[in-house]
């Protein structure tokens, strides 16, 4: 039990990190890169949510918080990024437009993965 804990806490934090890593970064550079990092990120994404979801089932009784803005920063990320994304390689948007929808969903998740690690931080303390 305490290998798999162990196992499950790294995967979701590094996961984790990544995540808000590029999301912080792609928000600071208006979404530049962001085609290139959308299924990386989205991939982090799946990984965070399903270990926290494990971990919250094995360590935490309270308010799930954190996994809402995670779960909501998800949802901009792959709804408002990935439809920029697709509609800037089929050419119906032009790449000024595509980037500004990219750096907005970008910094609407940053802002709610930050709030996600600040509930992380707290959780042991609630």
């Not at 032009?94 to 690690?117: F, Y």
């Amino acid at each position: 039990m305490q290998t798999a804990l162990i196992i499950t806490l790294s995967l979701h934090i590094l996961a984790a990190v990544f995540w808000a890593g590029t999301s912080f970064t792609l928000a600071r550079t208006g979404g530049l890169g962001g085609e290139q990092l959308y299924r990386p990120q989205m991939g982090a994404a799946v990984i965070v949510v399903l270990t926290g979801g494990y971990l919250w089932h094995l360590a935490h009784d309270g308010a799930a918080a954190g996994a809402l803005c995670a779960l909501i920063a998800a949802g901009v990320q792959g709804a408002m990024g990935g439809r920029a994304i697709r509609a800037l390689r089929a050419g119906k948007l032009d790449e000024t437009s595509a980037r500004s929808r990219i750096a907005t969903a970008q910094r609407i998740a940053a802002a709610l993965l930050a709030v996600t690690a600040i509930c992380m931080g707290a959780a042991r303390y609630i």
